[in-house]
C-alpha cells in the first residue's frame, strides 16, 4: 500500500429501510453524499465499516470503481484495521453525520477531530469528549494511531476507539460554529423531512436571477428547480433536455403540415423543457452546451416558421423579416441589464407571442411590428448612451 494515502472510514451500522444513512438529499443518500465527500478530500481508499452485506453497498461499490475509487467493506473490526495504511492519514465519519463539504474542506488542512459545545452537541446526541466540547462526528488523524489496535480486543468497536486514540495522540481539537447545527449545514441522523427543508434551502439558494421582463424563464427556472429535487442522481437528469429535442423536430413536423400556431406553442414548451434541463446542469455542474445548441436551434426554427406562414405575396420580404428578426434579436441579448435584453433572452414568450399573432391572423406581421419595435429600442438605447457620453465629456471640459 503506498505511503502517504488518506483513507476515509465511514460507518455504516444500521441497514433498516428508515436509517438516517439511508436517507436521501438531492437523489443521493446520505452513505454516498460521505463517500463523495472523502472523494473531494482526496480520500484514495473508502473503507465502509458495515454490520453486515446491502445492496446498498453493493451499488455504490459498483459506481465508485467505475470512478476509480478503491471502496472496500469490512464486516469486522480486525478486518477493518487490515484495510488500513501503515502511513498516511485517516478521514473517520460517524454514522449518519452530514456536515456541508466546504466546512470539511476548510478543516481539513490539517489533523483534527471537529467539536461542538457540548451544551448544544450533548442534548442532540454528539458525544462528549470533555468537559467543553462534544465530538461533532467527523475527524482527520495520523493513519499510526490504527497501530494500537494489536493491543486491543478484537470485538472493540472501532469508531469511539480511534476517537480516543486521536484524542490521546493531541490530534488538535477544531471547534465549529454551533449556529453550523442550528441552520442545517451540520446535520447527524437526520430524518427525511430534515434532509427536504435542506433540499428547499439549498435549491433556493442557487435559484439564478431573472426578471419581470422574462416572465417564461422565471417560470421554467422555478420549475427546474423542483423538479431537480426529483431527478439529480437519476437517469432522468437529461429528461428535460431529451424532451426539448423531441418538442423541436414535432414543432417541425407541425410547420410542415401548416400547423403553424402550434407549432410556436410547441416551440415555446421546448425553450421551457430545455431550459428547465440547463438550470439541472447548472445545479450538478455538467455542461449545458446542449441546451445552449437548442436555444439557438429553436430560434431559427422560429425564423423558418415566420418565412413559412407569411403569404407568398410578401415574396423576398418574408426572408428579410426573418432574418432581420433572428439578427436584432442576437443584438438586443447583448444589451446587458435591460428590459430589451430581458425579452430577446425569453425564447417562450417570443414563441407564444407569435402563435397569439397566428391565430389572430399572420405571425409574419407580428414578427415585422417586433422587428421595428426592437430595432428602434435599440436606436434609443445607443442614442441615450452616446449623449450621456457626450454631455458628460463637454461638463469635463468645462471645468
Known amino acids: 500500500m503506498s505511503v502517504g494515502m488518506r483513507t476515509a472510514i465511514i460507518s455504516f451500522q444500521d441497514r433498516e429501510p428508515g436509517s438516517p444513512t439511508l436517507a436521501r438529499y438531492l437523489g443521493r443518500t446520505v452513505l454516498e453524499h460521505q463517500c463523495d465527500m472523502a472523494i473531494a478530500l482526496q480520500c484514495q481508499r473508502i473503507v465502509c465499516f458495515a454490520s453486515g452485506s446491502h445492496g446498498t453497498l453493493q451499488k455504490l461499490a ?40 466546504r466546512l470539511l474542506e476548510e478543516l481539513s488542512h490539517s489533523p483534527f477531530v471537529a467539536a461542538v459545545n457540548s451544551e448544544v452537541g450533548v442534548p442532540i446526541g454528539y458525544e462528549r469528549i470533555d468537559p467543553q466540547w462534544a465530538w461533532a462526528g467527523v475527524l482527520m488523524a495520523p493513519s499510526a494511531i490504527a497501530r494500537s489496535f494489536v493491543n486491543l480486543p478484537s470485538d472493540v468497536a472501532p469508531v469511539p476507539t480511534l476517537l ?44 439564478r436571477e431573472t426578471d419581470i421582463w422574462a416572465p417564461c424563464l ?6 427546474g428547480l423542483r423538479l431537480a429535487r426529483d431527478v439529480i442522481s437519476t437517469r432522468y437528469e437529461r429528461g428535460p433536455t431529451l424532451v426539448c429535442a423531441i418538442l423541436l423536430v414535432l414543432a417541425c413536423a407541425l410547420g410542415s403540415i401548416g400547423w403553424f400556431a402550434t407549432a410556436f406553442a410547441t416551440i415555446a414548451l421546448a425553450f421551457i423543457s430545455g431550459r428547465c434541463g440547463e438550470t439541472i446542469a447548472h445545479l450538478t455542474n455538467q455542461d449545458d452546451r446542449g441546451f445552449r445548441f437548442l436555444s439557438s436551434a429553436a430560434e ?74 426592437v430595432t428602434a429600442n435599440l436606436i434609443w438605447i445607443e442614442y441615450r448612451g452616446s449623449h450621456a457620453n457626450h454631455h458628460s465629456e463637454r461638463n469635463d471640459a468645462t471645468r
Request: glycine share 4%; with cysteine; hydrophobic share 50%.
Open 62 to 101: 459498483d459506481r465508485l470503481h467505475a470512478s476509480q475509487v478503491d471502496f472496500v467493506v469490512a464486516l469486522s473490526t480486525p478486518d477493518l484495521v487490515s484495510k488500513l495504511p501503515i502511513d498516511g492519514e485517516l478521514l473517520l465519519f460517524e454514522e449518519a453525520v452530514f456536515p456541508e463539504e
Open 218 to 223: 422565471f417560470m421554467a427556472e422555478r420549475v
Open 164 to 207: 480516543r486514540l486521536a484524542l490521546q495522540n493531541r490530534v488538535p481539537i477544531k471547534p465549529i460554529d454551533s449556529a453550523l447545527i442550528d441552520c442545517g449545514y451540520w446535520m447527524r441522523e437526520s430524518t427525511a423531512v430534515d434532509l427536504r427543508d435542506k433540499e428547499k434551502r439549498w435549491l433556493t439558494s442557487q435559484a
Open 300 to 373: 431559427i426554427v422560429i425564423c423558418g416558421l415566420i418565412f413559412l406562414s407569411a403569404p407568398m405575396i410578401y415574396g423576398f420580404t418574408r426572408v428579410f423579416v426573418s432574418l432581420m428578426l433572428f439578427a436584432v434579436l442576437i443584438l438586443a441579448k447583448a444589451k446587458a441589464q435591460t428590459p430589451i435584453s430581458s425579452l430577446a433572452r425569453d425564447t417562450a414568450l417570443l414563441a407564444i407571442t407569435l402563435s397569439l399573432g397566428q391565430l389572430a391572423g399572420s405571425s409574419f406581421v407580428v414578427a415585422a411590428i417586433l422587428c421595428g419595435i
